[in-house]
Each structure stands twice: as structure tokens, then as C-alpha cells.
Nanobody
């Protein structure tokens, strides 16, 4: 089994910063912790950022230049540094991992709430 535990969410004023973490445990040899999605109330879940095994990154247009995704493989932890936060960044943020041998199989964390006040 694989467990993904997010942390670092909270309430911040617009223009502020937060750093999310996603710690993986369990059968981690079989997975690649890959990225972050978010879901705001009444909206569909959207991909925020992802990172490949060789550290290639991809970002949603809405967060480019403000968010940075990174991975510490030694700690089995994924990070999302969020700067210049906007009220529209308010959402529950979920990290996910892919099965290395079958990328359609995904694992999800429980989510962490990020609230940005204006």
C-alpha cells in the first residue's frame, strides 16, 4: 500500500506564500510522486503542477511564475512552493503518485486546504 500525506496548507493573505509538502510512505518503490491538483468549491479538479522522474516540470498557466514544484527523492517528499498567492488560488490541494509500471494507476493524498484572503 501507498500513503500520501499532505501538509502545509492554511490561511494566508493575498500576496503571501505557503509551502505544501506531500510525504509518501509504504510501497514507495512502485510509485513516482508526480504532482499536485486542486479543487475549488463548485469547480472541477485541475492540474496545478507536475514533475517527471528526471525533474522536468509542467505548470498550469494560472500558476506559472508563482508556484514551484520540487521533489526530494531521499525523503520521498514532494513540495509545492506557492508565492504571490491570489484569492483564486483558494482550493483543496491534492498530491498524487503514479504507479511506475502502469501510469494510469494513481494514488491520492487526503488533501490540504489553502485559503487566500483578499
Amino acid at each position: 500500500q501507498v500513503q500520501l500525506v499532505e501538509s502545509g496548507g492554511g490561511l494566508v493573505q493575498a500576496g503571501g506564500s505557503l509551502r505544501l509538502s506531500c510525504a509518501a510512505s509504504g510501497s514507495i518503490f512502485s510509485i513516482l510522486v508526480k504532482g499536485w491538483y486542486r479543487q475549488a468549491p463548485g469547480k472541477q479538479r485541475e492540474l496545478v503542477a507536475s514533475i517527471t522522474s528526471d525533474a522536468g516540470t509542467n505548470y498550469a498557466d494560472s500558476v506559472k511564475g508563482r508556484f514551484t514544484i520540487s521533489r526530494d527523492s531521499a525523503k520521498n517528499t514532494l513540495y509545492l512552493q506557492m508565492n504571490s498567492l491570489k484569492p483564486e488560488d483558494t482550493a483543496v490541494y491534492y498530491c498524487y503518485a503514479e504507479n511506475r509500471f502502469r501510469t494510469s494507476d494513481r494514488h491520492w493524498g487526503q488533501g490540504t486546504q489553502v485559503t487566500v484572503s483578499s
